[in-house]
């Protein structure tokens, strides 16, 4: 599937061709509540949206959520838009993907919320393209702006909606709309950038051409992610803006595996933020998918294979062998101030333990991991690093 047109090191101010490219007049423009000013996005941005009526939905917070999309749906079907804007990072880019593609495959007069959960549970299908949408990130880790997925929360579960329809026309990467984040947050969203290159390097759905993509993002994110955090240079802004972007393409290939799938109910009934919840398990299922035989490979190209591509990850991680590869993330994460225990980050009980490995087996991501996991195996992983 072909990843958005990118403007990779340009300045926010080409929105002004990808605007003139969409035709639009009236824009749908979806921020988040204070990053749009904080990154320096609106200063930017108002002098190129002068001359178009633009509608601002920035009505939400934290993780893109049911009731949140049902807001923005009423706003945006009071109005006529030639094209939706996101601008922020992954919640409201997914955000505004969910708005886009539930409302131009609804219709008109029913019941916002059963339609969108009807949509979010695959009772009702994708078929017809929303408005040109163009992503704007202002954080360096999620690459929604570049994948077909669009992530939604509702009654403690993570749901996704997955269509090519939902991917970008343009994402506009200005690695100068990151310059303001905190130390905590480029923390949490590089590690999920780093996750998402990792497990897509490793996925049982890996092509060459995805695995390029992963490869940038790795070596770019352990060249520059713990300067980025500590003490960031307009070199480490610009290598973590393009590797969430290289690796937001590798997962709209590959997808994610293991990882990501146990994150979800750490973030749903935890508040674990999302690449916190990404990160803290990725170290030990490197090391148990290293050790990958013929009986338990899940990847149709062989244990053998899998083998190799899991040192390959340790080559670009500047590793020697799966063991120093866990070691390395691990300390990173701690360089940047993330926690590396389940307990540290509220997940303290057998029973935390036991509701995350009932809800962490989406079917799907787990297929993708090279190696099978069973519950038996995740509850053993999980209790090690509690």
């Excluded at 053998?304 to 070691?327: N, P, Q, S």
């Amino acid at each position: 599937m072909e990843s958005a047109k990118n403007f990779i090191y340009q300045k926010i101010e080409l929105l002004t061709s990808a605007l003139k490219y969409s035709g639009a007049k009236n824009i749908f423009l979806v921020t988040g509540k204070d990053s749009y000013e904080l990154s320096g996005a609106k200063e930017k941005l108002d002098s190129v949206l002068e001359g178009y009526k633009v509608t601002r939905f920035s009505n939400f917070t934290g993780t893109p959520n049911l009731a949140d999309i049902v807001k923005g749906i009423s706003l945006f079907q009071q109005g006529e838009y030639g094209a939706v804007v996101a601008v922020g990072g992954g919640r409201v880019i997914d955000t505004a993907k969910a708005i886009n593609s539930i409302s131009a495959n609804s219709e008109k007069q029913v019941d916002i919320e059963v339609e969108a959960q009807a949509f979010l549970q695959n009772q009702k299908q994708i078929t017809e393209k929303g408005k040109p949408l163009i992503a704007i990130p202002t954080t360096a880790g999620s690459g929604s702006e570049a994948t077909h997925f669009a992530v939604v929360y509702f009654d403690g579960k993570k749901y996704s909606l997955a269509h090519e329809y939902i991917l970008p026309i343009f994402s506009i990467i200005d690695p100068e709309l990151t310059y303001s984040l905190s130390p905590k947050i480029t923390a949490e969203s590089g590690m999920d950038a780093l996750a998402q290159a990792i497990e897509s390097y490793w996925s049982v759905n890996s092509t060459d051409i995805s695995k390029h993509y992963s490869r940038e993002a790795i070596l770019l994110v352990m060249d520059s992610l713990e300067a980025a955090v500590n003490n960031p240079s307009p070199k480490d802004r610009r290598n973590m803006a393009l590797a969430a972007n290289f690796a937001g393409k590798a997962i709209n290939i590959a997808k994610t595996t293991a990882p990501h799938a146990i994150s979800y109910p750490m973030t749903a009934h935890f508040d674990v933020v999302h690449g916190q919840a990404a990160g803290i398990t990725l170290p030990s299922i490197l090391l148990y998918n290293s050790k990958v035989i013929d009986e338990d490979c899940n990847d149709t190209r062989g244990a053998e294979y899998v083998r190799e591509t899991m040192e390959k990850i340790c080559v670009y991680l500047g590793t020697e062998g799966a063991h120093h590869a866990k070691f390395k993330l691990t300390e990173l994460m701690q360089k940047i101030g993330l926690k590396t225990r389940l307990r540290d980050v509220g997940i303290n009980t057998e029973k935390d333990v036991e509701k995350i490995v009932a809800e962490g087996f989406n079917p799907q991501r787990m297929k993708n991991n090279p190696r099978l996991i069973t519950s038996d195996i995740l509850w053993s992983t999980l209790m090690q690093i509690r």
